[in-house]
């Protein structure tokens, strides 16, 4: 399978702990996205990589939340001391190219249950 | 005010009918538009991208954007009942904002 891909893809977890997830992009894609989304809302933009620098990071994203990637391929997004407004479906997107636009491909989420 | 708005609906339509789905924005910055399919519990699928104003044309699926009215749309002729599923506008200057999405049902 070449697409991007995540891991795991279903987290459960109790308030309190910290979780990591992982997303391997597309070989070659310089891009790396990655979205939260709740039931019945559209993906809400949390962070964006071009290789492996971090280019921007919503303002809604709290200290909690930390994303690396490192060496510009695999990339990791840790919450800490996780709360339920938490749960959601975490999404990871990668596109290669260098303007404004370039065709993302999403993974298929991990959803992440605070319980 | 959300950057780019959508209905989330929902709508349903019966099959052959064709379906309109539409997206507001506010920031004039954006320069491309796209249209993701997501079906239940997985990863949004891109179904069509427009640069900058103007009609594009895919099968059955026809795009416009009109930036003078921050406006754009998705036409679906002759819908199938798999064509059901959420479907999100979303706009891009550099990294992509999206819609709430607008979940489809059509009906044999």
């Known amino acids: 399978d070449t697409g991007v891909s995540q891991d795991p893809r279903h987290k459960i977890t109790k308030r309190g702990q910290n979780v990591t997830f992982r997303c391997d992009p597309i070989s070659e894609h310089n891009r790396l996205y990655w979205y939260r989304q709740t039931l019945g809302q559209g993906p809400e933009f949390l962070t964006y990589?071009?290789?492996?620098?971090?280019?921007?990071k919503s303002r809604l994203l709290s200290d909690r939340f930390s994303a690396e990637r490192p060496k510009g391929s695999f990339s990791t997004l840790e919450i800490q001391r996780t709360e339920q407004g938490d749960s959601a479906m975490y999404l990871c997107?990668?596109?290669f190219g260098q303007g404004a636009y370039t065709e993302a491909f999403f993974g298929q989420g991990t959803r992440l249950t605070v319980v | 005010q959300k950057e780019v708005e959508q209905d989330p609906g929902p709508l349903s339509v019966p099959e052959g009918a064709i379906v309109s789905l539409n997206c507001t924005y506010s920031?004039?910055?954006?320069?491309?538009f796209m249209w993701y399919r997501q079906y239940s519990r997985k990863g949004p699928e891109l179904l069509m991208y427009?640069?900058?104003?103007g009609n594009k044309e895919d099968g059955r699926f026809t795009a416009q954007v009109d930036k003078s009215s921050k406006y754009i749309s998705l036409f679906i002729r002759d819908s199938q009942p798999s064509d059901s599923a959420t479907y999100l506008c979303?706009?891009?200057?550099?990294?992509?904002?999206f819609g709430a999405g607008t979940r489809l049902t059509v009906k044999p």
């Open positions: 979303a706009m891009s200057d550099g990294d992509m904002r």
């Open positions: 997107a990668s596109s």
């Open positions: 990589f071009q290789n492996e620098a971090q280019l921007e």
């Open positions: 920031n004039s910055a954006f320069q491309y």
């Open positions: 427009t640069y900058s104003s």
